[in-house]
Structure formats: C-alpha cells, structure tokens
C-alpha cells in the first residue's frame, strides 16, 4: 500500500479494474457482482452463499461491502402470511459510472484546492532576509 500520494501516482496500477481501484473490493465481491449481474432475478444471500460455494456468513459480508460501495441495491421482499426477506441486485452500470465520476471530480476539485492552498501559502512568503554581520 502506497503511504504518500506521490508514491501511489509514480507505481504502476495494481488493480485490474474500476471494482478493485475505486472501492478496494476482493475477488469474492467481483464474483458475487458478476453473478448478480449474470441473473434476470435478484437473490437472497443464501442463493448467492450456494452458487458461489461459500458460507453463508462470507457470502453476507461480501453483499455488505458491494452495498456500501454503491454497486447493489437491497429490496424487501413481504411474506403474505407476514414478515419479510430481503434480495439484492446489481444497481445499473450507468448509474455507479456516473457516482465513481462524481467521486473522481470531487477528489481532483480537493486536491486543486489543496494545491491552490499550499502555492499560496509558500509561494508568496516574503524573501527571507540575509542575517546582518557585525
């Protein structure tokens, strides 16, 4: 892991696409969002749990950590007898294109403000005066 920006622009690009780039997200997330994706129906952790050929409890947080990226959406599914279960499907392509460019303007406006902060502050110090010999 890069500890400084500059280290982190200067090595090559590890991650192979936008999943592992943007969000960090581990090979059972991409396997998981590629089954969702693959489906004309959502799934219940439990089905994606049996046909990724996992726990049940690896299958959940691999839904969990696809949610907070942005890249699934959760529907209530009702019971008529009562109560409820809950499934999941992929969000559309356009939609989390168009939140990981959001995220990426946001991020090139800080780091210009930054810069912009940084310039103004060092660069328009006044000259240091030589020290007066005796």
């Known amino acids: ?26 090979e059972i997330d991409k396997d998981v969002f590629q089954l969702l994706n693959d ?7 439990d089905e994606i749990a049996e046909e990724i050929d996992r726990e ?31 499934v999941y499907r ?3 392509a356009d ?8 995220m990426l303007n946001d991020w090139y406006a800080k780091m210009g403000q930054l810069i912009g902060e940084f310039d103004q502050k060092y660069a328009e110090s006044p000259p240091r005066s030589p020290p007066v010999e005796n």
Do not use: W
């Open 1 to 26: 892991m890069a500890n400084s920006m500059g280290e982190m622009l200067r090595q090559d690009m590890q991650c192979e696409g936008l999943l592992e780039c943007f969000h960090d997200l581990k």
């Open 39 to 45: 489906r004309a129906d959502p799934l219940t952790v």
């Open 56 to 86: 049940r409890s690896t299958a959940y947080r691999s839904v969990q950590r696809l949610l907070q990226a942005g890249f699934l959406q959760k529907e209530q599914v009702n019971y008529e007898q009562g109560g409820y279960y809950h």
């Open 90 to 92: 992929p969000r559309s």
């Open 95 to 102: 939609e989390i294109a168009q939140e990981m460019q959001r």
